[in-house]
Nanobody, 115 residues
Framework: QVQLVESGGGLVQPGGSLRLSCTAS????????MNWYRQAPGKRRELVAT???????NYADSVKGRFTIARDNAKNTVYLQMNSLKVDDTGVYYC?????????WGQGTQVTVSS
């Protein structure tokens, strides 16, 4: 059993920044990838950013140049640095770990961008 705990969400103004963290605990196996998803009201959940165990990253077109994903494998933690936030970035953000034994999800953290 693996548990993921997120932190760093909140309310920010357009153009502001926010840093999300997600730490895994429990029985941790090999981590193949760490991901961030988000779901805006009335929309499907989408993959925002991913980083694999080789350090390669990928981003949704909507966040390229503004968001950065990073990891600390020793701490089983993944971060999402969000800059130049827009109203359309509002939603519930979920971390997801792809593990040797399967997949694990966080509970979600609310990010609201509003003036």
């Amino acid at each position: 059993q693996v548990q993921l705990v997120e932190s760093g969400g909140g309310l920010v103004q357009p153009g502001g920044s926010l840093r999300l963290s997600c730490t895994a605990s429990g029985s941790i196996s090999t981590i193949y990838a760490m991901n961030w998803y988000r779901q805006a009201p009335g929309k499907r959940r989408e993959l925002v950013a991913t980083i694999n165990n080789g350090g390669s990253t990928n981003y949704a077109d909507s966040v390229k140049g503004r968001f950065t994903i990073a990891r600390d494998n020793a701490k089983n933690t993944v971060y999402l640095q969000m800059n130049s936030l827009k109203v359309d970035d509002t939603g519930v953000y979920y971390c997801n770990y792809l593990l040797r034994v399967g997949s694990s999800w966080g509970q979600g953290t609310q990010v609201t961008v509003s003036s």
